[in-house]
């Protein structure tokens, strides 16, 4: 009998263990520190560059953006260059955007840095989707996935903790996210097995050719993405600076309570186990309502530290396996083409936030910021009732990498 462990995934040597962990590294580089250390370190940048509640809401939206147009660039080169180049894409993107937030002068420079490191993750979580379906073997792939996937919550805690440690000491941690993204594709090119150009989309033997139908039943999880990511878009935002300013809490109290909120997403990387107990239409409303609970909670009390703790602590785990949950819904409606439904959704996603983040900022400005953590929350309970159909979730995925499946059990 053969041990399930990721450790004998691959039938040619290589070692998806460590392809999790590393890969697992690049998005905690990409989401939770260049993308997500925006909003975090928001406090410290408004006052440093004089940055209006509006303007730096624009910034996050021009950031999000950035990440679409990512993403669609990513959709469209990984089956004629394949997932290796974007992966290198990516890598690139963040360290060089890190570089020039460390080094910016103005705030033009400020969001030019946030606009090209922010992008980064729209080319990475793609490649990482089929770097991971190439090298994993089933039935470990979800799994797989969905650790790599909860990398952000590790990238927001660690930043979480350097700003705790020296909150106004924040251009080393970006020229530290900088050479932490190059070394982490470094070792996730070193691990993978990449596809050959055939089967570079996703997880089959051929590239997916979508017709109408497919198009049809990409609808409905790109319109819950898109919800759901505009709703999410005032806790990643301006979370920090409803907890600092409206709240009342101090700086290094609120930055404790982003690293809880850090610690809490890497919980998503259950969000493969709660697929398979649960189905994704199931999956699908618990994260979606969780996120939801945390947003409102964080509005209900934003100067109570316990309910704060509790609202970032159900928020990260919540909305880190809801992006899980989006790359099965991909995979699933996808089978053949994961790296590029994957891109899609997320696009949605994000393509959300910088519309919610706009928006938040508009509200905040005008009707006070719980007013726009509440629209958030509504939004995103909105977004809960969008399930994926019956019929999405009675597909089997294709077997990864055009490999055979291989059943086995534990002795």
């Known amino acids: 009998m053969v041990k399930r462990s990721l450790r004998h995934s691959s039938s040619s040597g290589r070692r998806p263990l460590g392809l999790v962990v590393s890969g697992t590294g690049l998005i905690a580089v990409s989401y939770g520190m260049v993308r997500y250390g925006y909003g975090l370190q928001l406090p410290q940048l408004a006052a440093e560059f004089s940055l209006s509640t509006s303007t730096a809401g624009a910034i996050a939206s021009g950031s999000f953006a950035a990440y679409c147009l990512a993403a669609l660039t990513a959709q469209r ?32 420079v400020l969001a030019a840095g946030v606009l090209v490191a922010g992008s980064a993750a729209g080319a990475a979580s793609p490649a990482l989707v089929v770097a991971v379906a190439a090298t994993v073997r089933e039935p470990l792939v979800a799994r797989a996935q969905a650790v790599v996937n909860a990398g952000t919550g590790v990238g927001v805690a660690v930043a979480g903790v350097a700003t705790l440690a020296a909150p106004q000491v924040w251009r080393p941690v970006w020229v530290g996210a900088a050479v932490a993204a190059l070394a982490t594709a470094a070792v996730v090119d070193r691990l993978t ?35 759901a990511g505009t709703g999410s878009a005032a806790v990643w935002t301006f979370g920090r600076d409803l907890v600092t300013t409206t709240g009342g809490l101090p700086e290094r109290t609120t930055a404790a309570l982003w690293c809880l909120l850090g610690v809490a997403a890497v ?78 959704l997320f696009t949605a996603l994000t393509a959300g936030q910088a519309l919610g983040a706009t928006v938040a900022g508009t509200v905040a400005a005008r009707a006070g910021a719980p007013t726009a953590f509440w629209v958030g929350a509504a939004l995103l309970v909105v977004a809960a009732g969008v399930v994926p159909r019956r019929a999405a979730t009675d597909r089997r995925p294709v077997p990864t990498g055009g490999r055979p499946e291989v059943r086995v059990e534990a002795p």
């Open 77 to 108: 080169l990984m089956p004629r260059r394949g997932a290796r180049v974007v992966l290198w894409i990516a890598a690139l993107l963040a360290a060089a955007g890190a570089l020039l937030v460390a080094v910016a002068w103005s705030a033009p």
């Open 193 to 227: 097995r990449w596809p050959d150009g055939s089967r570079e989309t996703g997880a089959g033997t051929t590239p997916e050719q979508p017709g109408g139908g497919l198009r049809r039943r990409m609808v409905r999880p790109v319109l819950a993405a898109a919800l």
């Open 267 to 344: 919980l998503g990387a259950l969000s493969g186990d709660a697929v398979r107990r649960l189905g994704l239409g199931g999956a699908w409303v618990l994260t979606a309502v969780g996120t939801a609970l945390g947003t409102a909670l964080l509005a209900l009390a934003p100067g109570q530290v316990l309910v704060a703790a509790l609202a970032g602590a159900l928020f990260g785990g919540a909305y880190t396996a809801l992006s899980g949950v989006l790359i099965a819904w991909g995979a699933a409606l996808r089978p053949r083409a994961a790296g590029q439904a994957t891109a899609t």
